[in-house]
């Protein structure tokens, strides 16, 4: 499956953005996805994942309360809502999906991967 993300941007904090990647190649509806983000000299880490469904998610910590995951399977499409930002929210987004059943929070169980959205929030 090929996937890009689009959406980043520049924005002050406490402002929102939505970030939106798109998936073409093979059926969306099979596929887990998760939003990663790696800020400048930092590792990639979780920031949240969806089911193939949709009905299951899972936040990392810093983002719960302020960034809401969705798809759309009719789209093959995948939302980010990214409401409050801070500052520390600025890196790299990135998309991707997996194959398994469950929610990985481990970047290398996802076998596809977006080319990346840059968000950067002022402060």
């Known amino acids: 499956v090929q996937l890009q993300a689009s959406g980043g941007g520049l924005v002050q904090a406490g402002g929102s953005l939505r970030l939106s990647c798109s998936a073409s190649g093979r059926t969306f509806s099979n596929y887990g996805m998760g939003w990663f983000r790696q800020a400048p000299g930092k590792e990639r880490e979780f920031v949240v994942g969806i089911t193939q469904s949709g009905l299951g998610t899972n936040y990392a910590d810093s983002v719960k309360g302020r960034f809401t995951i969705s798809r759309d399977n009719a789209k093959n499409t995948v939302y980010l809502q990214m409401n409050s930002l801070k500052a520390e929210d600025t890196a790299v987004y990135y998309c991707?999906?997996?194959?398994?059943?469950?929610?990985?929070?481990?970047?290398?169980?996802?076998?596809?991967w977006g080319q990346g959205t840059l968000v950067t929030v002022s402060s």
């Open positions: 991707a999906a997996s194959a398994r059943l469950v929610l990985d929070t481990r970047p290398d169980l996802y076998g596809y």
